[in-house]
């Protein structure tokens, strides 16, 4: 079992930067993959960006690629997402979630339903 807590959102101005925070715990963090999602007002969720826990690889949008970096702190158990030069269409609920490595040869899945856990989400709001 996995519990994922965000934080960090808020509303900012476009062009400004912002950092969310997804605190991890639970047993066997890095043997799981972990992503941030977002949902904005009337749309899917949709991938952002995703991290091994255990291993140094990434992955991106590719229509977000420049702009967000996730990272991890693996020795506080915590990942973020750097967003820069936000856009008011970067305005959604971003959630970090975690898939559990079942398999060898795992990857990082862009499909929601990939993953088993789940944070409550952190509203972002970019006003113009």
């Known amino acids: 079992q996995v519990q994922l807590v965000e934080s960090g959102g808020g509303l900012v101005q476009a062009g400004d930067s912002l950092r969310l925070s997804c605190a991890a715990s639970?047993?066997?963090?890095?043997?799981?993959?972990f992503a941030w999602f977002r949902q904005a007002p009337g749309k899917e969720l949709e991938f952002v960006a995703g991290?091994?826990?255990?291993?140094?690889?990434?992955n991106y949008a590719d229509s977000l690629k420049d702009r967000f970096t996730i990272s991890r702190d693996n020795d506080n158990n915590t990942m973020y997402l750097q967003i820069d030069s936000l856009k008011p269409e970067d305005t959604a609920v971003y959630y970090c979630?975690?898939?559990?490595?079942?398999?060898?040869?795992?990857?990082?899945?862009?499909?929601?339903?990939?993953?088993?856990?789940w944070g409550q989400g952190t509203q972002v709001t970019v006003s113009s």
């Open positions: 979630a975690a898939d559990r490595i079942s398999a060898v040869g795992y990857f990082i899945h862009r499909t929601s339903g990939e993953y088993d856990y």
């Open positions: 639970g047993r066997f963090l890095a043997s799981h993959i």
């Open positions: 991290t091994w826990w255990s291993r140094d690889i990434r």
